[in-house]
Structures are given as C-alpha cells and as structure tokens.
C-alpha cells in the first residue's frame, strides 16, 4: 500500500507538474532499486556502474568524490581520457530528469572501452569529465530540489569556496569545474513530457531543446562557443527522423548553471531532452539523442570543426512552442 501510494505520488508530480520545490519525505523515497525495469539508476547502482566501467576499461578511468550530499551520498566525477582539452558534463542536478543520467552512462562505457575512432581520438585529445546525477537525494527522491527542497540550479553564483551555499552540491561543482578549467560544460535536464497534441506521433514534437548563456555579463568568446556548440547539436539532430531541436525559454539569472559557467569564462551548454520516466516506450530515443547530441559536440571539438561553425546560425534554431501548445497542462517551473 505503501509503495502504491508512493507510485501514485510520483505519478503526480510528474504528470500534472507540480513537483516544483515540494519535499519527499524519507518515507516516501522512491525505491530505484526495485524499478530496474524502468531502467533508472538509484545513487548505489550508479556508483556500483561507475565502478563497473572503471575495472573494464581498456584506457585510463578515474572516479574522484569531489563532495557529498546533504544526507552523505557521494558526488562522483568520473573522468576518461588524456587530452589536453579539459569538458564538464552534468546530470540530473534535478533529481527527476534522470535520461541524462542513464545516457552519460552509457556514453561513459563506450569512451572508456571502445576500439572504434570515435572513441580513440576523444581520450587521446580530450579528457572528459562526467558528474552524473549531481544531486542523489533528489534522485532518490525523483524531487527536484536536493534534500532540503533547495534547486541547486540556483546556486552556481557562489564563489569558489564558500561554505554558505545552500546546496553542497551545487559548491562542490562550482569549486571542481572552476579548478578544472574546462573548455566548456554542459547540463543535462528533462523539460517533461510535453508534446504538441501528437504524443503518439514522434517528429511531431520538440525531442529537445537547447541554449546558451544569456546573462549580460557572460564572457563574449564563451557565449560565441556555446552558441556554436548548438548550431553543432542542431545540425546533428536534424538529420534524424522523428527528432526536432528548439530553443529552451530559459531566463538569464546568474544563479543558474548555464549563465554561472558563461560568465567564468566556459562554454557553456544547456540540454533539456523532452521526456518524463512515465513515457517509458520514448526513453530509449531520449537517451539515444541525448548521447548524440554529447558526441557531435566531442568530436567536432576534436576535429576543430566546431571553431569554423557560424555562431550566429543558433538564432535560427526555432522556439520551443509556448505552454499552451503543449497537450499536457504544465504549470510547473521552468525545468532549467
Ligand atoms: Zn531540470
């Protein structure tokens, strides 16, 4: 009865959007591990998968714990690769959005033991760092917020070291990638299920929208990079069937990861695939998609065809359709 009323809880939360800042109690916590079927990973899984990756590796992995979580649960960054060019790639700062986690994953495992070309000159150029599931106790909550309700994608306007962020986790990533120094960084979300009166008819719907930094004081050269960097994604995708790419209706606040890291200086790249963990039959896409869209901007990075790209094409990439639109009612905040 319990988890009956667990499911139904998260149901909710998802599918009339009113997961917003609201609070799982510990009780309540979704028990990933008994929903292995639904293929999302809980905090011990994944880090039993990073390891996983690490001993079958046939190039150099590194799991480091940069930070933990309100409740102790580790922040793990998983790096592969010996390149020069430093990348930060993170996932589920929200802890419902889970694709991004899944699919980082998997991408995880085909750099750290694949044989083919892609792979190769991604770890001989680049070194590729990967925190997935940058707040767990959202994620073993399906919350948002982190275990306090707090949305650490507001807090990455903090300086490196301040101990009164009021989420860890977003401080441990602002202390790591400021360290860390990348070239660029890019944040992984879920914008929900929201498709255009066609939930039955893919290609009729935005599979994923995209942004860049907007926030005035963004470094200049970082905002022409992430913006070639979604022409680079949106030219990708484009070539698929079924699949469409937008431009997220994000705002331009400091706090918010996409604009924090602009105006350190990276490129800086907001994903939010369109998907929910109800809509299982789209899942495979979502995460297929999503690892397309990392690995068109690794390797055009590589071949140093993303420099050559025309930044100004990202003004091109279509709106993502106004809420009213959508087929499901979405009152909740923007996912960013
Ligand atoms: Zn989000």
Redesign the pocket.
Known sequence: MKRRNTLKLISGMAGIGTFGTSIVSADETWPREEKRSQRWFSHPELMDQLDNIQQRARANVTLEEIGESIEGRELVVTTVGSGDTDIFIVTE??G??PHGTNAMVEELQHLATSGKEYAEKVRNELTVHILPQANPDGAMRNQ?GNAEGIDM?RQHHYPVGATNNPSPEAQAMIDYVTDLNPLWVTDI???GGAFSGEKDNPGHYYTSSIYWPTNPEADPEAVELSRQLNVAMWDQVDGYANAQLSRYPGGTGAEIARNAYGIRGYGSVLM?MTATHEHPALSGQMINQCRKQIEVMLEDTVDDVLFDRDPDRADNIPDRPARTAWKFAWDQPP??
Request: glycine share 8%; net charge negative; charged share 35%.
């Open positions: 700062q929200h419902g959005e948002r994608n979300h879920c914008q939010e996912h960013e």
